[in-house]
């Protein structure tokens, strides 16, 4: 598929979402009207609204990583042949395999801590939305005199350095990946924290819901070749 530019994008954007109101009021106004809301739908709209607030509960996993944070290495890539790799290129004589430096490394790390039984009150993969929070404390750094050093583990100097808050969120969300949560698309809020300690550390923070908004998503995952048919899931119905 040929790269569009940003100016051809902007066009396609224009062209199919430039008559929806930005104000958020005037928007739901327009829906409204749009979607031909009566009178006894709105009803029912706030009713289901009451009743998933009144069903949706999220539950919470806290893990701890006891070393110094990091983020996720840029790929690497390899020219993949018949010669090097020829079960990979059976149907392209070359191409180029990205891969991570320290992927599998790391998420065989969960695995171990998961098999071990350090997350008791996890019995299956997450398969519901989540949110994440992450507290990435760097180690202080040894320049600092006591005062700095105590202010820093009070939170009040903060790191402005690698690794960045984007690859930090990356590294420790695919470390989740198949070990706590089926796959880290089901995120749908996240925060990541930088932070000095003298002793370094990670901690994050999940919460998960209880059951998926509704039966579209529901037969999303459930249809999906890495999902356990005996997981306990559920829907907002």
């Known amino acids: 598929m040929p790269h569009k530019s940003r100016k051809q994008k902007a066009s396609e954007y ?19 009207d749009q979607y031909h809301i009566t ?10 609204q009451s009743q998933m607030i009144g069903a949706l509960e999220y539950y919470n996993i806290n893990v701890v990583l006891f ?14 042949n018949r010669q090097n790799l020829a079960n990979m290129a059976i149907a392209n004589p070359a191409f180029v395999h990205v891969y991570s430096i320290t992927g599998a490394e790391d998420n065989k790390y969960m695995r171990r801590m998961v098999d071990a039984g350090e997350l008791q009150q996890l019995d299956h993969l997450i398969c519901t939305p989540c949110q994440i929070d992450i507290n990435a404390y760097m180690k ?40 706590i949560w089926l796959d880290d698309t ?20 999940i919460r998960y819901l209880n059951m998926l908004y509704n039966k579209q998503q529901y037969n999303a995952i459930t249809n999906r070749v890495d999902f356990d048919q005996s997981t306990d899931l559920s829907y907002f119905r």
Request: one cysteine or more.
């Open 140 to 179: 202080t750094p040894t320049a600092y005199n006591r005062i700095d050093t105590i202010l820093a583990e009070i939170g009040l100097i903060r790191p402005i350095f690698k690794p960045d808050f984007d690859n930090i969120a990356k590294k420790y969300c695919d470390m989740f990946n198949t070990n």
């Open 67 to 80: 070393e110094i944070p990091e983020g996720s290495p840029r790929p690497r890539f390899r020219l993949v």
């Open 186 to 205: 089901l995120v749908v809020d996240g925060s990541v924290h930088k932070y000095y300690s003298i002793l370094p550390r990670v901690e994050i923070r």
């Open 39 to 48: 009178e006894r739908q709105a009803f029912d709209i706030m009713m289901k």
């Open 14 to 32: 224009e062209s199919k979402f430039g008559n929806i109101p930005v104000d958020y009021s005037e928007r739901l106004s327009w829906m409204y």
